[in-house]
């Protein structure tokens, strides 16, 4: 059997600690990679069952903050300075994500539809973190 490359990223291996960071009751320790990031993989399907308007859950809230707090994790291993991540939502599921590092603001990302965060695959979310690094992570002159 095949792994797939994505699963030896260090974002992936970052995600799925944070993800298990979360996890207060042990209920992820025995799970596959695959099993905990499964929440992120929205599909046609899956999409289709999320109305289109509605509040974020907590669980839905959880992962979007795990999922830029692993950012901020390989801001930090990249720049070796301190990143601190801050999501702010409204219970409509709007708000904002920043990520600073000491007075530079390093991501700063508009938040809508939260109740719908996902992506199409793990690759696609992999592409996404990756365009953001690069921005957050180029030298300022």
């Not at 025995?30 to 669980?59: F, N, Q």
């Not at 539809?113 to 979310?125: E, I, P, T, Y």
Request: charged share 30%; glycine share 4%; with cysteine.
């Amino acid at each position: 059997m095949t792994v797939d490359p994505v699963f030896e990223t260090d974002f992936v291996r970052e995600m799925a600690r944070q993800m298990r960071a979360l996890d207060t009751y042990g209920t992820y320790s025995d799970w596959s990679v695959e099993k905990v990031l499964d929440p992120y993989v929205l599909t046609r399907e899956r999409k289709a069952g999320i109305p289109l308007i509605g509040d974020p859950d907590d669980e839905t809230i959880s992962r979007v903050k795990a999922f830029y707090n692993a950012i901020s994790v390989l801001i930090e291993k990249e720049c070796k300075l301190l990143a601190v991540p801050l999501v702010h939502l409204t219970h409509e599921g709007f708000g904002r994500a920043v990520i600073t590092v000491g007075k530079l603001v390093a991501v700063d990302r508009t938040l809508r539809d939260v109740h719908r965060f996902g992506f199409a695959s793990l690759s696609k979310m992999k592409d996404k973190v990756d365009k953001i690094l690069a921005v957050a992570l180029e030298p300022t002159t």
